[in-house]
């Protein structure tokens, strides 16, 4: 297992783990300039633990996330998104008050991220080139 975090200016430890050649990428950002954001779904906390299917089109320059769930230091979050046509996304886990965890793909990920800080969560794609994506798949939380 191995994993590679980039921590950009931020004092808390970030984690993901996932299979081998994964490499995941940090930013304390949560939304870069230029980009506005979409929720996918309606706005609050979700607090089980499911199974949400994702199918969301994500305009160019453009951040679709989930609605926020609340999980522990140490909880985990999967995520199997994968985007078409084959296009620079973002896909990952972005915590209102830690940042993100992603990586960046033309294709999609399967992954599993285990988050080091209690925090609200949302799963996100975020589109980084200048055509539309179709995002589609789930996460568990």
């Not at 299979?19 to 230029?34: C, H, T």
Request: glycine residues 10%; positive net charge; aromatic residues 10%.
């Amino acid at each position: 297992m191995a994993a590679i975090i980039c921590c950009f200016g931020v004092q808390d430890v970030v984690g993901a783990a996932e299979g081998k050649n994964q490499e995941f990428q940090y930013s304390s950002v949560v939304l870069e300039e230029g980009f506005t954001e979409r929720l996918a779904e309606k706005m609050g906390i979700k607090l089980s633990v499911a199974r949400s299917s994702v199918n969301w089109a994500v305009k160019p320059a453009k951040i679709k996330k989930s609605a926020g769930f609340r999980k522990k230091s140490g909880g985990k979050v999967t995520v199997k998104i994968h985007v078409k046509p084959k296009r620079k996304v973002w896909i990952g886990v972005v915590g209102d008050n830690t940042g993100k965890i992603y990586k960046s793909t033309t294709t999609g990920i399967s992954a599993t991220f285990t988050l080091h800080r209690t925090d609200t969560y949302h799963v996100f794609v975020q589109n980084h080139s200048r055509a539309g994506v179709q995002a589609m798949g789930y996460y568990i939380k």
